[in-house]
């Protein structure tokens, strides 16, 4: 026999192996990459929420100023300032007010909200906010 067929009596070139296509050297290759790729993916998610919850800690330290400020100003409003400065944050917030003053016919409160982290012994500090409104 010459021509370099092999018969059915020696079997083929690949018996007993496995022959590898292309595409099979490169399978699972893609979920690799994606395990790789997620701990970036977090720390982006992560950082997306911080972000959210800073934003939302600043907005809070605002709204709790001028509602202390509106109820100083305005006395017969029955509510005392702090309670007031209080009752419109969040009451998972901490919050911290206090009056800084103001002139003969103003008042200013100052917020202080301690921003909330979602990494565990990470601190972010506070969010500081003032208004000022006329007296009565």
Do not use: N
Request: charged fraction near 20%.
């Amino acid at each position: 026999m010459t021509g370099g067929t092999r018969t059915a009596r020696h079997g083929s070139p690949h018996s007993g192996r496995r022959r590898i296509r292309a595409g099979d050297r490169d399978r699972g290759q893609a979920a690799v990459e994606y395990l790789g790729f997620l701990p970036v993916l977090l720390a982006v998610g992560l950082a997306v929420v911080q972000l959210g919850l800073a934003a939302y800690a600043v907005q809070q330290a605002g709204t709790a100023a001028r509602a202390a400020a509106r109820a100083d100003g305005y006395h017969r409003s029955g509510l005392s300032p702090r309670t007031a400065g209080e009752a419109a944050v969040s009451s998972w917030l901490k919050t911290r007010l206090r009056s800084t003053g103001g002139g003969p016919h103003e008042v200013t409160w100052t917020a202080e909200v301690t921003i909330p982290s979602i990494v565990p012994g990470v601190g972010f500090g506070t969010a500081t906010k003032s208004a000022t409104m006329p007296s009565d």
